[in-house]
């Protein structure tokens, strides 16, 4: 097979022009190791793209001048392993070609102040400017459908997935996990410089970060004096060691589920980072919308996939409604209401497949509730105060060990404020009323009247998103979709994978 080595942009869009596939793009500073075969296996998956590995040390990301003349340079070494593991091509280009002297075209990025100024970055100053600026500009130059990235560097990860979306760069990333030496210490590019000594170090290191991990999952708790003090004795000197909310680098406090302990350490002249991910529960998916978005089915397909409990907040209402009525309970009268819902406990049970139980007090009412009867005074009983909050108090209940997928209008604002992914699932107002009218015709009930339909959805969705009990809401950090061209898989997929990508893969059961 013919190897295809570029150096310059020219050669790159030629190659473009005569292949006509997407593109799988590898940005790397070569140095390649494991990791790198890994992120090329990974990218190789597209089948139908070209997998396109770079090699540009970066001189914007070093702060340091001894740290760039002393990065590992590999090239040819570099060249073998990289054809070896499936990449179709490398792009090798100059500095000059990356930052050309008419500087016009470049667009010098500033990273995101939140995720930047914290761990690494207080000693690199302007390292992730740097990367943000370099990772633009090959975007630019390559065109990828998709760029892979370790989560090694999840930091710098995090920090790239915020300039993509800030700038709202149409580019997919995909990363992978660490990849771990036998002996437990990450691959790097930078272990190269390490001495005999100084790798004993990182090993040692490493090794406190999983055995703190293990400690972790039995006790949920962390002590950082412990550890440091630890690795003082063993002579390890440590330039950070944090606990922090894997997602946005602030420190853990204790409601925050996914974390990460996470540092960098001095061995020798080179600093070496490493970190765990660490869970208490596991994840919840929250998915909010208006009626007609076609969240219930999307809900419980995810649930089915990620085999989650599906939460069914309105299976939850109309359980109660089926006690109230079997009960015969004046549920007008709030001190009759009360003394009721004290004796409540209403839970799921999976049964076969995607099918899971419903049972209220020891009474599987998985269809018994699905009555006409149950239909006509759900709606009545879900807007009465008591039964909201005692509800709402159940789900986080059911939540607390995580592992769901809940569906309704207020889950991700008010029931699961720390979800790991929140998503508002919507559609336009005419998409959901051809959604209704198809529906309702499908069911026997011609002559529905279009325009007559969407004022009825426009005037709900007013009522939902202006009640004063639960009304619709979107939380701050809910991802939007918006389902209109969308079949029911293709939701589900796109759901699948933003939370698959939002996960640390170390994290996946
Ligand atoms: O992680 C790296 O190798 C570099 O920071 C990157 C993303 C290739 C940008 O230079």
Known sequence: MTRIILKTIKELNELRLSNQKGISFVPTMGNLHRGHKELIREAKKLKENLVLLSIFINPLQFNDKKDLSSYPRTINKDIDLAFAAGADAIFIPSVDEIYPKNQKKINYLKASENLSKTLCGISREGHFDGVCTVVNRLINIVKPEVIFLGEKDWQQLLIIKEMIAKNNIKVAIKSIDTQRDIDGIPYS???????????EKLKLFSAELFRTKQIFNQTKTIELKKIMKKLKDKDIKVEY?????????????????ITML???????????????????????????????????????????????IFLDTGAMYRALSWYLIKEKINYGNSEDLNSFLSDISIQF???????QN?????????????TQEISSIVSSISSIKEVREFLVKEQRKIGEAGGIVAEGRDIGSKVFP????????????????????????????????????KNEIEKR??????????????????????????????????????YLEKIPKELHL
Do not use: W
């Open 461 to 498: 969705d007013f009522d939902d998103s202006n009640r004063k009990i639960s009304p619709l809401t979107k939380a701050e950090d809910a991802i939007e979709i918006i389902s209109d061209d969308y079949t029911i898989n293709q939701v589900v997929g796109k759901i699948l994978e933003i």
């Open 418 to 453: 720390h979800a790991e992914l929140k998503i508002f699932l919507t559609a336009t107002i005419e998409e959901r009323a051809r959604r209704r009218k198809n529906e309702l015709e499908a069911m026997g009930q011609g002559n529905i009247d279009f325009e007559q339909l």
């Open 189 to 199: 590019s930078r272990n190269n410089l390490l001495l005999k000594n100084d790798r």
């Open 262 to 308: 996470t540092g960098a350490i001095i061995c020798g002249s080179t600093r070496l980072i490493d970190h765990v991910f660490l869970m208490k529960r596991d994840p919840i998916i929250a998915i909010d919308g208006p009626a007609g978005s076609g969240k219930s089915t999307v809900t419980k397909l995810v649930a089915k996939k990620l085999k989650f």
């Open 349 to 355: 049970k999976s049964v076969s497949g995607s099918k």
């Open 358 to 370: 419903v049972i209220i007090n020891n009474h599987n009412v998985t269809d018994k509730i699905r």
């Open 241 to 257: 060691l944090e606990h922090v909310n894997a997602f946005n680098l602030k420190r853990s406090t204790s409601e925050i589920n």
